[in-house]
């Protein structure tokens, strides 16, 4: 079935220092949306960025992901994390596009100073 | 303004006791769905509703009923919750392909 992976369940690292967070994926369908979900302390996720084209960099936030269909893969980088990046992050795969979202189980980032 | 409301934020229920968790949205979204957060889980969906009377479970709908009959308002029905559903319940709307809008969510606890 659609399935979302996610390998890093926490991530430290210092104010300034990028940040890579690894996401993969798996489905049949050929024209998958990819998106990132961020949600902060206390409040509900909000999309930070999303996709469906291949080998396209997408950016929002200083934060940037692309689709590589060829490796099912959806990662997020940022080259210089701040310490309001301090959050939880998902991604999250629609395979076919208007069907149900299908979550990973998440990155902690925590930024310190 | 695009708003998905949640009633309650915060519930305690008795094991056994029936729960209705309510949500609102003014975008118009034909598709609504629940998810349960969890710590280490993450979001899982509970159900998906394509528009009124028109819903399907998602991954993890044992224990969970919904109620679609608007548009705008789709239900979560807890009949005799258990302890194992304490959880952060969140509802959210939109599409696949554009913006998911999530709700503030509803924290249960059943004790």
């Known amino acids: 079935g659609d399935s979302v992976t996610q390998t890093e369940g926490l991530v430290t690292l210092t104010e300034g220092l990028p940040v890579m967070l690894n996401c993969t994926y798996q489905?049949?369908?050929?024209?998958?949306?990819l998106f990132w979900y961020v949600q902060h302390l206390n409040e509900s996720p909000r999309l930070l960025l999303k996709?469906?084209?291949?080998?396209k960099r997408t950016e929002h936030q200083g934060f940037h992901a692309t689709l590589h269909k060829s490796s099912s893969s959806f990662h997020l980088q940022k080259s210089s994390a701040q310490l309001s990046d301090s959050a939880l992050y998902y991604c999250?795969?629609?395979?076919?596009?208007?069907?149900?979202?299908?979550f990973g189980t998440g990155t902690t980032v925590s930024v310190s100073p | 303004d695009m708003k998905v409301t949640q009633m309650p934020r915060y519930l305690i229920k008795r094991m056994g006791e029936n729960v209705l968790l309510e949500c609102g949205q003014d975008?118009?979204?034909?598709?609504m769905y629940w998810y349960r957060q969890d710590p280490g889980l993450g979001l899982q969906l509970i159900y998906i509703?394509?528009?009124?009377?028109?819903?399907s479970e998602g991954d993890i709908p044992k224990g969970y009923r919904v109620s679609r009959k608007k548009r705008e308002h789709f239900s979560l029905i807890l009949d005799s919750a258990k302890t194992n559903q304490t959880s952060v319940y969140f509802c959210?709307?939109?599409?696949?392909?554009?913006?998911?809008?999530f709700g503030k969510g509803t924290r249960l606890t059943v004790v």
């Open positions: 999250a795969l629609s395979p076919q596009g208007g069907r149900a979202l299908i």
């Open positions: 975008m118009s979204h034909e598709t």
């Open positions: 509703s394509y528009d009124v009377d028109s819903n």
């Open positions: 489905t049949i369908y050929s024209n998958p949306f």
């Open positions: 996709s469906f084209t291949d080998n």
């Open positions: 959210a709307s939109g599409t696949g392909t554009t913006e998911v809008f």
